[in-house]
């Protein structure tokens, strides 16, 4: 089943449902639509693609509400699933093109490579969507890009769906994609991607996606840190002292503030003060935690330092400790 929630999205369906059509599976295929109240002729031009999909072979289910507002995406990815029959789910955004081999290629919690559209749209983004390992898939769940494989490649069974689901039907502002995906984690789900490129993923101003604050995904993200990994260690070293790392510290529970043994640093201004002070804090005197170089900290480390923003020196920088991520290290920015 190929599940498309819609919102006003009748500029992009010609594409996406010819897409549709031009798959090259030869099983059966079902397409369902869920319009969330749209205000535009997108449920008219979803209709008018109905005959052909049929004499293709997909059928397909169309139905929406007409409330005043729409519900968001994961009330509508809900209802797509819920008005449908098929075992596999295969998640189409209306504004997305599938490549031809897509649906043949794709099983499990699984995801794939895209090209980005316009292109050099959301270029480090993009190129961490396409480059990271497998290992990564499961190591670098914690960073601010999100879930690794990208909601609009996934494709999952409806009885994992069932499992872990269903979406967040919070609206406008929640992440469903990524409550999802870690759900799916916490239920030891897998992941894994199709490394071939099967998805044209559109950047555009209205997608949901801008809806959704910073603060909101931060606050979910550690979290999740906390919870999977801070809780299995007895001290770690948060790799920056700067605003990001000091963010991370304020942000952890009182449990693992304690946990923490030292921030590390490459910056020299920041070494020679020597420790950095919790303003914040309650507890007299306040706490003060060492800033060490990154050569006198050890592991295991949570590195709060941008992916793919310093050239390769913090890559090298690990290297050259000789440390395994996943193990020594989660990479959280």
Known sequence: IIITPMYNASGWLDECLQAVIQQDFTGTMELSVFDDASTDDSRKVVEGWKKRLQARGISVVISGHNSPRPRGVGYAKNKAITQSCGQYLCFQDADDVMFPQ?????????????????????????????TITQSQLITQVYTSHGPTVVMPTWFCSRNWYLKVGPFDEGGKGVPEDLLFFYQSLRQRGGVARVD????????????????????????????????????????????????????????????????????????????????????????????????????????????????????????????????EEGTDFYHFN
Request: hydrophobic letters at 35%; proline letters at 4%; aromatic letters at 10%.
């Open 196 to 323: 071939q490129c099967l998805l044209v993923y559109r950047y555009h101003e209205k997608a949901a996606t801008h809806s959704v604050t910073e603060e909101t995904i931060w606050k979910l993200r550690v979290d999740f840190l906390q919870e999977q990994v801070l809780s299995r260690w007895e001290s770690f070293t948060i790799w920056n002292a700067g605003k990001q790392g000091r963010k991370l510290f304020r942000s952890l529970s009182p449990t693992n503030q304690e946990r923490v043994k030292a921030f590390c640093d490459v910056d020299d201004n920041k070494i020679k003060k020597g420790f950095y002070t919790y303003e914040e804090s309650k507890q007299r005197p306040k706490p003060k935690i060492p800033v060490l170089h990154y050569k006198d900290a050890s592991a295991p480390f949570v590195i709060c330092v941008k992916l793919d923003m310093t050239g390769g020196v913090l890559e090298e920088n690990l290297n050259s400790l000789l440390l």
């Open 102 to 130: 897509r649906v043949r290629l794709q099983y499990e919690l699984i995801g794939c490579k895209v090209r980005r559209a316009p292109e050099g749209s959301t270029e480090r983004y993009t190129r961490w969507i396409n």
